[in-house]
């Protein structure tokens, strides 16, 4: 009770601060979601179960394809600045190319600058993974990286496909992300990712930098990749990556600063990455519901039974 737990720690604490649904929804993380009601609790718990098999030897169910699910995607152009600075919420893209009203976030209180949501991809059950450049420009923090990983394993435990979104800075780094775990954070996550045998499918929205990169399906860490024409993908933020590889600044040098991003900045374009084949495909992002669904047919069709 919280009246020993003041005696053992000599302070005061109540039970709500101690195990309240603040605590365990944005700081914890133990709990997913926090409703008002038993009726409503009821209500989320059988919305979760209906993206779910019946246990983890069966293929998730498949329902009824919504009327005007591929209408929103259209506009996705209108949801995602070009601009790399500007934000906006990744909730936004994923229920543009999402069906119609199936989008079931997970965690939403906790490490923000990763969203995760049970959706359907024309009927089919699909976890999405994504950054999000609401919260902290996207870069995850030791939080956002247990979400990523607690995420991975449950869709790999319940043979549902991942689809990972991605526009992301890096992580958050520094001395508090050290005091937290940060780095073996990180290394959880690319084991689970390594380890899913779902398929998993990224695609580049706007940055993809440093080792993010890799944790978000890069370089062959997913089983196919495409990115948007605006996809940037470089160690760092090109103007900030000329000083670190050149020690170079805008006002030390102007005129090599500026030919000089110009140089990363070409490296890290789409084409560049694709012409490698470090990525599948280059796509208009008004395609990326159908390009989705295709790919993961594909990719359904390897599983037997629809299950790994």
Same mark, same amino acid.
């Given at each position: 009770s919280s009246r020993v737990t003041s005696m053992a720690i000599n302070q005061p604490v109540s039970n709500e601060e101690l195990g309240g649904r603040k605590m365990h929804t944005s700081v914890s993380g133990l709990v997913d979601t926090a409703v008002d009601t038993d009726e409503e609790a009821i209500d989320i718990c059988k919305q979760f179960l209906s993206y779910l098999p019946p246990n983890n030897t069966e293929a998730p169910p498949v329902a009824p394809v919504p009327?005007?699910?591929?209408?929103?995607?259209?506009? *996705?152009?209108?949801?995602?600045?070009?601009?790399?600075?500007?934000?906006?919420?990744?909730?936004?893209?994923?229920?543009?190319?999402?069906?119609?009203? =199936?989008?079931?976030?997970?965690?939403?209180?906790?490490?923000?600058?990763?969203?995760?949501?049970?959706?359907? @991809?024309? /009927?089919?059950?699909? &976890?999405? @993974?994504?950054?999000?450049?609401?919260?902290?420009?996207?870069?995850?923090?030791?939080?956002?990286?247990?979400?990523?990983?607690? $995420?991975?394993? $449950?869709?790999? =435990?319940?043979? *549902?496909?991942?689809?990972?979104?991605?526009?992301?800075? &890096? $992580?958050?780094?520094?001395?508090?992300?050290?005091?937290? &775990?940060?780095?073996?954070?990180?290394?959880?996550?690319?084991?689970?990712? =390594? @380890?899913?045998?779902?398929?998993?499918?990224?695609?580049?929205?706007?940055? =993809?930098?440093?080792?993010?990169?890799?944790?978000?399906? /890069?370089?062959?860490?997913?089983?196919?990749?495409? @990115?948007?024409?605006?996809?940037d993908l470089g160690f760092m933020d090109p103007h900030t990556g000329v000083n670190v590889v050149y020690g170079v600044t805008k006002e030390s040098a102007p005129e090599k600063f500026d030919e000089y991003v110009e140089e990363l900045s070409r490296d890290a374009k789409p084409w560049e990455l694709a012409a490698m084949y470090e990525a599948h495909d280059v796509i208009d992002p008004r395609d990326t519901r159908k390009s989705l669904t295709d790919t993961l047919e594909i990719h359904r069709s390897r599983m037997t039974n629809g299950v790994g």
């Open positions: 009327a005007g699910s591929d209408d929103a995607v259209k506009n *996705i152009m209108d949801i995602v600045p070009e601009a790399r600075q500007k934000v906006y919420n990744m909730r936004d893209v994923v229920t543009a190319i999402a069906d119609k009203d =199936s989008v079931f976030e997970m965690k939403p209180r906790y490490g923000k600058p990763i969203f995760t949501a049970l959706t359907r @991809l024309n /009927g089919h059950t699909v &976890g999405f @993974l994504c950054s999000n450049p609401m919260f902290k420009g996207g870069a995850a923090d030791p939080d956002a990286c247990n979400k990523a990983t607690s $995420f991975l394993c $449950f869709c790999d =435990s319940f043979n *549902i496909p991942i689809v990972m979104l991605v526009d992301v800075p &890096g $992580f958050l780094i520094g001395v508090d992300g050290e005091r937290k &775990g940060a780095p073996g954070r990180i290394i959880n996550w690319m084991n689970a990712l =390594s @380890l899913c045998t779902v398929p998993k499918i990224s695609i580049v929205l706007r940055k =993809s930098y440093g080792q993010a990169y890799l944790n978000m399906g /890069g370089n062959k860490n997913s089983d196919e990749m495409a @990115l948007w024409p605006s996809a």
